[in-house]
């Protein structure tokens, strides 16, 4: 089974503190996603990357930056945590070989981020 | 650009009831279709798909067919059950990414 696992399932942290959320994939994925998740909203992609030190923004990078220094991790880092980025993020990583609209992408529990 | 709009929930139903959830897309090109399903307190997990026209996702029970002379992906299930409590999204996908719609919260009472 594909696990995505990322590092904590609730978080607190006030405003203006660096916050870092890490994610994990066991299945050697080429490429990772971070999503944030808001009532009414949906899912929005705020990065991806398709290799190691490579990134690409989502539709919403604004207040975000992420890191991908192996294969299997993906992190989202908050340089300056405010209160309208309390939210839930989600990871997820998918293959890229093969045909590329096809490969699904396989999602971590969530981080549910509350800043103060 | 791409995008997904699906009917607002909640959507109430009785356990064995017939469901529908709409989800219609606007898309260039020829998108795959996806039906995700989140279970409180958990992320997402693929429900079913569909990658060309006319082809028929199922899963579970739960079934949908690719239109494109609709752009539609409608989800349907026969006869629900409590457990299939939980938030539906319809996505689709060019290359890599994927365009979410805001998810349809479906409740079934015993």
Known sequence: DVKVTQSSRYLVKRTGEKVFLECVQDMDHENMFWYRQDPGLGLRLIYFSYDVKMKEKGDIPEGYSVSREKKERFSLILESASTNQTSMYLCASSLSTGTPDYNEQFFGPGTRLTVL | ?110
């Open chain 2, 1 to 110: 650009g791409n995008s997904v709009t699906q009917m607002e929930g909640p959507v109430t139903l009785s356990e064995e009831a017939f469901l529908t959830i709409n989800c219609t897309y606007t898309a260039t090109g020829y998108p795959s279709l996806f039906w995700y399903v989140q279970y409180p307190g958990e992320g997402l997990q693929l429900l079913l798909k569909a990658t060309k026209a006319d082809d028929k996702g199922s899963n579970k029970g739960f079934e949908a067919t690719y239109r494109k002379e609709t752009t539609s992906f409608h989800l349907e299930k026969g006869s629900v059950q409590v457990s299939d409590s939980a938030v539906y999204f319809c996505a689709l996908k060019r290359y890599s990414t994927l365009t979410f719609g805001k998810g349809t919260m479906l409740l079934v009472s015993p």
